[in-house]
């Protein structure tokens, strides 16, 4: 769902499944961030992707700097690639879908490989429920 902020000023939000991206343009374009090395632990935006060999060979073929980088933990392995935006800001592609989804709520969550949905209230189990079913049919 896209929501845009018009005449406002306020960017467009992108927003589903408890999950939003709010986009902003700057006021002052000759002041932004200036592109630095990559460093994987430096700020930045992660995006899950399908396929990391189709986003390197994009890479490679646009001529954008990248590094690859593989994190460990609990045997749980998770490729990434790290690069700038056009405007300097650090982007990460990576695997993120071999992690596990964990509830903070502690109840048991739903997941798929590209869509994970959030736990709602008990009183609103209904929308609940057919959140749950429209999850389970774009999972098929």
Same mark, same amino acid.
Do not use: W
């Given at each position: ?18 999950? %939003? +991206?709010?986009?902003? !343009? ?5 002041n932004m961030?200036?592109?630095? @090395? *990559?460093?994987?632990? =430096? $700020? ?29 933990e609990g %045997? +749980?392995?998770?490729? !990434? ?10 982007? @990460? *592609?990576?695997?993120? =879908? $071999? ?42």
């Amino acid at each position: 769902m896209a929501h845009g902020g018009g005449s406002l000023g306020l960017g467009d939000r992108l927003f589903n499944y408890g999950i %939003g +991206i709010h986009l902003l !343009q700057s006021e002052d374009p000759e002041n932004m961030p200036k592109k630095r @090395e *990559i460093n994987p632990k =430096d $700020n930045h935006i992660s995006f899950q992707c399908e396929s990391l060999a189709a986003v390197e060979k994009q890479l490679k073929e646009m001529g954008i700097t990248y590094i690859q980088s593989v994190v460990e933990e609990g %045997g +749980i392995y998770v490729d !990434q690639l790290f690069f700038h935006d056009p405007d300097g800001f650090m982007i @990460e *592609i990576c695997n993120c =879908d $071999n992690l596990p989804v964990i509830s903070l709520s502690g109840e048991p969550i739903m997941a798929c490989k590209r869509v994970s949905l959030i736990p709602q209230p008990q009183q609103q189990q209904p929308q609940q429920q057919q959140q749950q079913q429209q999850h389970q049919e774009s999972c098929a």
